[in-house]
T-cell receptor, first 112, second 114 residues
């Protein structure tokens, strides 16, 4: 599986957009980009995933560069409850194995 | 999203005993389930992948005789920690996926071995 690189920590003001970057320069053509977050002492929560097009859902937007070597997760209006560790993971298609290998993630602190 | 439930959420056991953790997919059929462990202030470490009706595939360094995984049905997988020791105390998390491309996680189970 390709490795990802994320900043260790980030701060964001409440109500502002949180932009979390991720580098995955060795991503393969059959690997998706997944984002999960983990609030302290809970299981990870699925946020969004994409292959090469930008994606948006009720939680966030995912912007993937044209060369697919990096991506950005955008939380449009961060709240205090968005404080968590955010994991960017690349994963092969399900029918080719599909396991999620977690890196260290970005610890996002949303401040009032 | 889909719901994955773990039980128990917290368990304390004596050193040398075995403890079983259950992972259920409540509203979908989980063809594949994954087990992770997480130590404080660390990331999740994948322990094994299990496909329904097959033997689990363990990650390098994970003792298959110590961490017994059973995935006998499309909605249930169990992790049994055998002959538990204090160093096995950890947060154990399962996840599951069905025919879609998304993996959903359970709430996690805290194991304390005393």
């Amino acid at each position: 599986d390709a490795k990802t690189t994320q900043p260790t920590s980030m701060d964001c003001a409440e109500g502002r957009a949180a932009n979390l970057p991720c580098n995955h320069s060795t991503i393969s053509g059959n690997e998706y980009v997944y984002w999960y977050r983990q609030i302290h002492s809970q299981g990870p929560q699925y946020i969004i995933h994409g292959l090469k097009n930008n994606e948006t859902n009720e939680m966030a937007s995912l912007i993937i560069t044209e060369d697919r070597k990096s991506s950005t997760l955008i939380l449009p209006h961060a709240t205090l409850r968005d404080t968590a560790v955010y994991y960017c993971i690349v994963r092969v298609l399900y029918n080719q194995g599909g396991k999620l290998i977690f890196g260290q993630g970005t610890e996002l602190s949303v401040k009032p | 999203g889909a719901v994955v439930s773990q039980h128990p959420s917290r368990v304390i056991c004596k050193s040398g005993t075995s403890v079983k953790i259950e992972c259920r997919s409540l509203d979908f059929q989980a063809t594949t389930m994954f087990w992770y462990r997480q130590f404080p202030k660390q990331s999740l470490m994948l322990m094994a992948t299990s496909n329904e009706g097959s033997k689990a595939t363990y990650e390098q360094g994970v003792e298959k005789d110590k961490f017994l995984i059973n995935h006998a049905s499309l909605t249930l997988s169990t992790l049994t920690v055998t002959s538990a020791h204090p160093e096995d105390s950890s947060f154990y998390i399962c996840s599951a996926t069905g025919t879609g491309n998304t993996i959903y996680f359970g709430e996690g189970s805290w194991l304390t071995v005393v």
